[in-house]
């Protein structure tokens, strides 16, 4: 079995070797933003010919050998065994914890798309992951109440290492015999909530157009100018 899987794996990596090089042979480098790609697919093409030149000098020894072929696998493999890894933590309850239910006050006329953005990792660091986006659509000068699953209470309570808390305002368009609805980028407005505050059994979010950010104020006088804010109130 381990001298199958080997010569296996041998011939496949080598496979991909030829069909790599014959790629880079053909093709004329980039220029630009595509050169970072093609020179990071040319370090993984030179990662890989070391790893199975090495693999071949253990043909006698094909335990070994077979331990360095599956090192290019567990590289490729890291990000989903990490996000299995989230999966399981997010998924695990640590508490038993009460209801929440969100109260969500929109004082606008706009229509208003909420999400509560769930970031993993330590607050402090300087890349953090987002797992999860609980999302709302707030209707116009509503009040609106949302009862959360424990699952999701888990997120905002405990397991995430902050909440972001982020306002879209949504302008209900119409073309080529369909409507939809268009977020206006970037945000109104966005605020970073401790998980600490989610630990009550009613959580209230206002919606107040008076503190819509400069960047949203900006892009919305840039869609007035082009035609192109139809349906907004801003």
């Known amino acids: 079995m381990i001298k199958f899987t080997y010569l296996a794996l041998l011939g496949i990596f080598c496979i991909i070797l030829l069909i790599t090089v014959v790629y880079y042979l053909l093709k004329p480098t980039p220029a630009g933003d595509s050169s970072v790609g093609w020179a990071l697919g040319l370090l993984y093409l030179v990662g890989l010919l070391g790893v199975v030149f090495l693999a071949a000098l253990f043909w006698k020894n094909r335990t070994i050998g077979l331990v360095i072929l599956c090192i290019p696998m ?17 998924w695990f309850p640590i508490q038993e914890g009460s209801p929440l239910t969100l109260h969500i006050v929109n004082n606008t006329p706009a229509l208003v798309n909420v999400k509560l953005e769930c970031w993993f ?11 999860k986006t609980l ?4 209707k116009p000068l509503a009040v609106d109440q949302h009862v959360l699953s424990d699952y999701d209470v888990q997120l905002l309570s405990s397991k995430s290492a902050f909440v972001r808390l982020v306002f ?3 302008l209900q368009q119409s073309g080529n015999g369909y ?26 979010i206002t919606i107040d157009g008076e503190k819509n ?6 892009e919305v006088r840039r869609l007035k100018t082009d035609s192109l804010y139809t349906n907004g109130v801003f």
Not at 74 to 90: E, K, S, T
Not at 121 to 127: I, N
């Open 74 to 90: 567990l590289f490729f493999m890291w990000p989903a065994i990490q996000r299995g890894a989230r999966d399981v933590y997010a």
């Open 121 to 131: 990792g330590k607050q402090s660091e300087v890349q953090q992951t987002l797992y």
């Open 135 to 138: 999302e709302f659509t707030s």
């Open 168 to 170: 879209f305002e949504c």
């Open 179 to 204: 409507s939809y609805v268009r977020e206006v980028q970037p945000c109104m407005q966005y605020h970073d909530v401790p998980v600490e505050n989610f630990r009550v059994t009613d959580y209230l």
């Open 213 to 218: 950010s400069e960047a949203f104020q900006e």
